[in-house]
């Protein structure tokens, strides 16, 4: 598969989460009577990666976030020349999902932006977590999620289950942090909605990106350095590359 294909994918696919997860926390978490709440905004991130891990996991691995494709080049899944134009693919197809949903938001009357599922600390956090709570949550979580879906990918792992597991892994750190940050865990997604709240969003945005990207490094290096496959656990007629599903 070309670069530049597997960039398309990259872009279509962040497009998609921003636009499902974010746009269930703007429309829907909290709408009058029927809101889906906290549980309805995580599946609903957890329903997009799984969909879009099913729909481009063969083309691109379906990363949609800088800190997996951190992750990945730290467990050797992805070379590091793809890093850069990966990077920049996820934050091009996060922004513009960020722009169809203030397009959309906007053609409410008395439409307020408020804080558009921007991710923060402090005074921003939505139950009031400091700093250092919010980049402890993001680096653990992201850490475990890099550690799932280079585990889930494993040749070794059980055939076709790798997107249920990475999505609901990502449904339940939504669950857990939520209330913490609004739940990051991809630089990218915190980038497309701090773009347009600005102020304070675009000043906490380092964490959001800095956090992330190191608790990626860490899960790719613990699962590459612990529990890779080694040479000599395959045997020389299955030697090929590794799976291209959903963390490649």
Known sequence: MSLSKKLLAEFIGTAWLVFGGCGAAIFSAAYPGLGIGFLGVALAFGLTLLTMCYAIGHISGCHINPAVSFGMVAGRRLPIGHLVPYVVAQLLGAGAAASVLDIIASGKPGFVLGNFAANGYGAHSPDGYSMAACFLAETVLTMIFIFVILSATDRRAPV??????????????????????????????????????????????WLFWLAPILGGLLGGLIYRVFFAESAAEVPASKMQPLPQVAGD
């Open 160 to 205: 076709g289950g790798a997107p249920v597991a990475i999505g609901l892994c990502l449904t339940l750190i939504h669950l857990i942090s939520i209330p913490i940050d609004n739940t990051s865990v991809n630089p990218a997604r915190s980038t497309s909605q701090a773009l347009f709240v600005h102020g304070w969003a675009l000043g906490q945005l």
